[in-house]
């Protein structure tokens, strides 16, 4: 089976501070992705990583995938209150298509 | 493009009945379709995958003759939960792949509808 595993879980900041989010996985999907879902919506993907040492930056956020393509990173600079949600990584299996997520990062960022 | 909606977003039943929810894609034709189930504060738990013309795939521990899905159309995707009870209260979401010829993807990726909370009391 495998698993993704998100750190931290929960995590609440004062605007204008930075934080990361992390995503590790037991093994290698075929490409990584990030969703933020607010309350009583659905989730929105945000990226999607596929190359080892690949990087994409999204506004403010930087999104960073490891060498080895187990690993997985979201880089906040400046949190505004806007980024408030549940950020999900998920892996995605090239054999049936489905999307393995992890426990998910639930950030509060305070005015 | 690569639109997911759902029927109902919200609904409250009597335990016992039955509910049906629907997901269409709107600009798309999508062969394959998921469900997800997410608990407050939860991550989303893959409950099945749906198979347009064919018999939807359960993931471990999903009851197929309590949640029913129906893919009759390339666009529509149903979940009937049937016999509700309260500890099927839950937020339903659903997915699905447009083709990559489309134009709205690269990577196989899943596009979400916005999801339908469902209350049984």
Known sequence: TQLLEQSPQFLSIQEGENLTVYCNSSSVFSSLQWYRQEPGEGPVLLVTV????EVKKLKRLTFQFGDARKDSSLHITAAQPGDTGLYLCAGLSASNYKLTFGKGTLLTVNP | GAVVSQHPSWVICKSGTSVKIECRSLDFQATTM??????????LMLMATSNEGSKATYEQGVEKDKFLINHASLTLSTLTVTSAHPEDSSFYIC??????AGGFSSYNEQFFGPGTRLTVL
Not at chain 2, 34 to 42: L, M
Not at chain 2, 95 to 100: D, F, G, L, V, Y
Request: proline share 15%.
């Open chain 1, 50 to 53: 596929v190359t080892g040492g």
């Open chain 2, 34 to 43: 998921f469900w997800y189930r997410q608990f407050p504060k939860q991550s």
């Open chain 2, 95 to 100: 997915s699905a792949i447009p083709p990559r």
